[in-house]
């Protein structure tokens, strides 16, 4: 039915831009201020403030009973934070939780999780009740020493910032993403703390340096072992940006008989021990860490896992080395000091500025306690003027009480003489002059509320000894407030009455986290657990290979299969790597102590790497790290390669020297000298500088020598000042000087080889 009244709607036009970015900043204004950042003050986020003062409201002290979970979400839930209860109590039972709250703000009874990731059980099973810490966040917040605010709906109202008697941001760290900032601050050892907020009372401008000699660090409830940088630790407090770099704390345990194993006792913080216990089971299984043989988990209260190795012969700091750079067992923790400055402003702050935000809190909250106080002596102050007059005269205010209608107005409309006429003993009182006066609303109150029992004469004593304390202790907070120096020295004696309570010589203030410097990276392999072993390598033309136990006579006849032969043979050891060289310019790598025994005739080379069956092998050799070496090709082609290019990772090899149609890789020579030496097929020398090879990773080289028909046959290379060594054919040692007659430059055809050089055009 239309109404004729009714008014039209209003339509606004408004961009949709501006229509989201003003509702967006209305998000994101919320996440900030009320839900990711904590406050420098207190070191406490909203919904674990309204946890801690619905707790109070419950009158859960620490010596008290416990009360349900359930209750205490429900509670907080219901009066003042209008989320969900799970959330409530995740967020609860994390202030329970000592291996995440360095020190707890509550004290839980039930199962509220563990190291391993395991959640708390529901509410409904759960107790708590707040610490003695808690306490000391709370203390004065009755004597209007914090503002408070009505919760969401009106009907009560709840702290804004809690008094906060110690540093908690710092102490218990914090964590939050919001929009478009976030906070991670990690917790530190309270006595430090308080030790920097002394400095800083007596000093408001000390070193960076100064500062964190004082605090050296964070300190972890699960321990660990910090081993970043003293320098980076410095900068991350200056900037309020860094990282702290965290180990598992680890020992070694003897067995007897040479057999060990490490012990892992601490963990780095915000690990889960389940899930590292898997990391490390999946190492093994891996073989990421082939040091390492086993792992057990055997906690129980305490951490203790146990790593066993692969043998007795590996090195510990080498596995722990492994470990740290392949598990959690080493971890990082992002410093973000992004906090509310004064509940309202966020600010990326340095160790500096949190302190002195926690102090001018604790300055703010001294003077109004110190205010709350002087108002609550000058009520009782004036009540006590009352109840002296009445004292002073009271036969007077007997007879009003008794037969005025209204007592209450005659006894204020009463003019009062003040003189004092007893004193405390029966001599006669030395007072002041007469002085008249009128009660006051609240003393007529007070008088004709006072009980018939306290017209004693010792209760009239009591009350001038009580005004003489009162007005003493007055005149004290007044002095107070008028002296900021006194302020700061009453700041710190509060502060080390902190300390003494839960400094470091009680087991809660004991530094959990210790320092070490980070010593000499070793890289671990699987070639360093290989017990090193002299060998001998022997391998067939038909390349059948094997490796003999021991440094065998090289000149002693070994048995091959029919239309077999010796190849090569050569002296190793099995940690060494064994360089393959092939026809096709690949280079394969092959491990000394995988080499089959000696006892046969060997296997096949082509069964452990990815060589064609109709590719020959060229050369076959001890793999030295630093080397250098000369390959050339059948085309004359040539260059020089560092041993460390030619290393091959896989079975398939690594292709070094390029070969095109016809053309197969010919020798494999390790340099010795800066003069090279190539010989053709057409028997002509050529000597030239070694500088004028070239040193490449990989490709086809450069031209060696120049043929009109065949191709290299043989290189070396030797000291010019020593000459040119070979073989004649009667197996004696030649060894020519003066080689003028053969020198010229890389790529020249050379000279007819000299008289006595070998028939096979080989200088070995």
């Known amino acids: ?21 003003e509702r967006y900043l209305t998000y994101a204004l919320s996440t900030i201020m009320h839900r990711a950042l904590p406050d420098a003050r207190d070191g406490l986020k909203p919904v674990h403030r309204r946890i801690l003062w619905a707790m109070r409201r419950l009158r859960l002290t620490p010596t008290g009973g416990f009360l349900k979970s359930a209750k205490i979400s429900g509670d907080t839930m219901g009066d003042f934070h209008p989320h969900g209860d ?30 391993d990731g395991d959640n708390p059980a529901a509410s409904r099973y759960t107790e708590a009740r707040i610490t003695a810490l808690t306490e000391a966040l709370l203390e004065g917040i009755d004597e209007t020493s914090v503002d408070f605010r009505p919760n969401y709906d009106g009907r009560l109202e709840e702290p804004v910032v809690l008094p906060a008697a110690f540093p908690n941001l710092l ?28 400095a800083l009372i007596a000093d408001p401008e000390p070193s960076d340096d100064a500062l964190v000699a004082l605090i050296p660090g964070p300190d972890f409830p699960t321990g660990g072992v910090i081993v970043e940088d003293p320098a980076s630790i410095r900068e991350a407090y200056r900037t309020g940006r860094g990282a702290f770099r965290t180990r598992a704390k680890w020992a070694i345990e003897d067995l007897g008989r040479g057999q060990w194993q490490i012990v892992v006792t601490e963990i780095p913080f915000q690990v889960q021990k389940s899930k590292l216990i898997e990391r490390l089971a999946e190492l093994i299984n891996l073989k990421k860490v082939p040091l390492l043989a086993d792992v057990r988990d055997e906690s129980a209260e305490d951490i203790r896992i146990v790593l066993e190795p692969r043998s007795r012969t590996v090195e510990a700091d080498q596995l722990m080395g492994a470990l740290f750079r392949n598990s959690e067992l080493e971890s990082r923790f992002s410093l ?45 102050l004036e009540i006590l003027e009352g109840f002296l007059i009445t004292f002073l005269n009271l036969d007077r205010v007997i007879d009003i009480i008794r037969y005025d209608d209204d007592p209450k107005r005659a006894l204020m409309a009463e003019k009062w003489g003040k003189k004092h006429k007893r004193a405390a003993s029966e001599a006669d009182y030395v007072s002041p002059p007469d002085q008249v006066g009128q009660l006051t609303d609240t003393q007529a109150e007070a008088i004709l509320n006072m009980r018939l029992r306290s017209l004693r004469r010792l209760e009239e004593l009591e009350l001038v000894a009580e005004r003489d304390a009162l007005t003493a202790e007055r005149a004290g907070l007044a002095a107070l407030l008028a002296d900021p120096a006194a302020q700061w020295a009453r700041i710190g004696t509060e502060l080390d009455e902190v300390r003494r309570a839960y400094g470091k010589g009680t087991e809660l203030g004991r530094r959990r986290t210790s320092f070490a410097e980070v010593g000499e990276t070793i890289e671990v392999t699987a070639e360093s657990m290989i017990e090193r072993e002299p060998i001998t390598v022997i391998c067939s033309q038909m390349g059948w290979i094997r490796a003999m136990k021991g440094h065998v006579d090289l ?65 076959l050799r001890v793999w030295r790290v630093g080397e250098k070496l000369l390959v050339a090709s059948t085309a004359g082609d040539g260059f020089v390669v560092a041993s460390e290019e030619v290393l091959a990772q896989t079975r398939a090899g690594k292709q070094v020297m390029t070969v095109g149609e016809g053309v197969k890789t010919a020798l494999c020579r390790k340099i010795s000298g800066d003069t090279v030496a190539v010989v053709g097929e057409n028997r002509k020398v050529l000597v030239f500088p070694l500088v004028q090879v070239p040193e ?14 065949g191709g290299l046959s043989d290189a070396t290379t030797f000291t010019k000042a020593e000459g040119l060594s070979w073989k004649d054919p009667a197996g004696r040692t030649r060894t020519e000087t003066d080689l003028r007659m053969w020198e010229g430059n890389r790529a020249a055809t050379g000279a007819m080889a000299p008289r006595g050089f070998p028939r096979d055009n080989k200088f070995t």
Do not use: W
């Open 171 to 198: 102490a218990n760290g914090s964590s939050g993403i919001a929009v478009g900032m976030a906070t991670n601050i990690p917790p530190h050892n309270l006595d430090e703390l308080i030790a920097g907020c002394q």
């Open 1 to 21: 039915m239309a109404d004729d009244d009714t008014p039209e709607p209003v339509l606004v036009s408004e961009s949709l831009a501006r229509a989201i970015g």
């Open 86 to 115: 799970a959330a409530i109590y995740d967020a609860m039972a994390r202030l329970a939780q000592p291996f995440n709250m360095r020190y707890p703000l509550v004290d839980g009874q039930g199962n509220f999780g563990n190291i």
């Open 336 to 380: 973000n000091m992004n906090v509310l400055i004064d509940g309202k402003v966020p600010k990326v702050c340095s160790l500096k500025e949190v302190l002195q935000a926690f102090l001018d809190h604790r300055r703010v909250v001294l003077q109004r306690r110190s205010q709350h106080r002087i108002d609550k002596i000058d009520a009782r």
């Open 696 to 709: 490449m990773t990989k490709g086809k080289g450069v031209r060696l020598q120049k043929y009109k028909d």
């Open 555 to 619: 000149s002693a006849e070994q048995k091959f299969k029919d239309g077999d032969g010796p190849r090569f043979a050569f002296h190793a050891e099995t940690t060494d790597k064994i360089l393959l060289v092939a026809a096709n310019g690949r280079f394969y790598t092959l491990m000394g102590v995988n080499l089959p025994g000696g006892r046969g005739m060997g296997e096949p080379v082509r069964l452990m790497v990815d060589l064609p069956n109709d590719t020959a092998i060229v050369d």
